[in-house]
């Protein structure tokens, strides 16, 4: 099991930044791709960005060159720092992994508003 605890959300201006740490209750070394995910009101749950062990990312087309994932082996967590924010960012934002296995796990989610 594991236990992924979200932070650093909260409400900010068009063109503002956040940055969303995501804490694990374990070593994540030996974790497979993690990464973000988003759901805004009535829509469904979308990648943001995601990260391979190895340190390969990919993103979503409407956060690349503002969005950046970084996973911190030593201090187990993956960050998202979100730069040039715009209103439709807003949504709740959830961490995702997936262990060794490649048994999924989910935050709580973290609220990020950007108003315009």
């Known amino acids: 099991q594991v236990q992924l605890v979200e932070s650093g959300g909260g409400s900010v201006q068009a063109g503002g930044s956040l940055r969303l740490s995501c804490a694990a209750s374990r070593s994540i070394f030996s974790m497979k791709t993690m990464g973000w995910y988003r759901q805004a009101p009535g829509k469904q749950r979308e990648l943001v960005a995601q990260?391979?062990?190895?340190?390969?990312?990919n993103y979503a087309d409407s956060v690349k060159g503002r969005f950046t994932i970084a996973r911190d082996n030593a201090e187990n967590t993956v960050s998202l720092q979100m730069n040039n924010l715009k209103p439709e960012d807003t949504a709740v934002y959830y961490c995702?992994?997936?262990?060794?296995?490649?048994?999924?796990?989910w935050g709580q989610g973290t609220q990020v508003t950007v108003s315009s």
């Open positions: 995702n992994v997936f262990d060794a296995s490649l048994r999924r796990y």
């Open positions: 990260i391979t062990p190895g340190g390969t990312t």
